[in-house]
């Protein structure tokens, strides 16, 4: 089974940029895409951003142009970039993988942005 590792969260103030790892181990397939959500108490699961096998990228419109997600296939692991973070961006993030869907989720990130 898969299992993954979120990190690199934190405390920024806003305007700031913060990278979050997440890291894989276990029988990964790089064919599988990769994404990140995010959530806060009493809220949905928020998507984020995901990457395909062939590093094609998505973005949620609320992180569009800010966020960069990434990927280093032989590591295993997939990274966030998160420049110009907003309050708002305050949230526990996790990283998620699976073959059709995300069926494997981390155990999450604090990020924390001050204003």
């Known amino acids: 089974q898969v299992q993954l590792v979120e990190s690199g969260g934190g405390l920024v103030q806003a305007g700031g940029s913060l990278r979050l790892s997440c890291t894989a181990s276990g029988s990964i397939s790089s064919r599988n895409p990769m994404g990140w959500y995010r959530q806060v108490p009493g809220k949905q699961r928020e998507f984020v951003a995901t990457i395909t096998s062939i590093n094609s990228t998505i973005y949620a419109d609320s992180v569009k142009g800010r966020f960069t997600i990434s990927r280093d296939k032989a590591k295993n692991i997939v990274y966030l970039q998160m420049n110009s973070l907003k309050p708002e961006d305050t949230a526990v993030y996790y990283c998620?993988?699976?073959?059709?869907?995300?069926?494997?989720w981390g155990q999450g990130t604090q990020v924390t942005v001050s204003s």
């Open positions: 998620a993988t699976g073959r059709t869907f995300f069926d494997t």
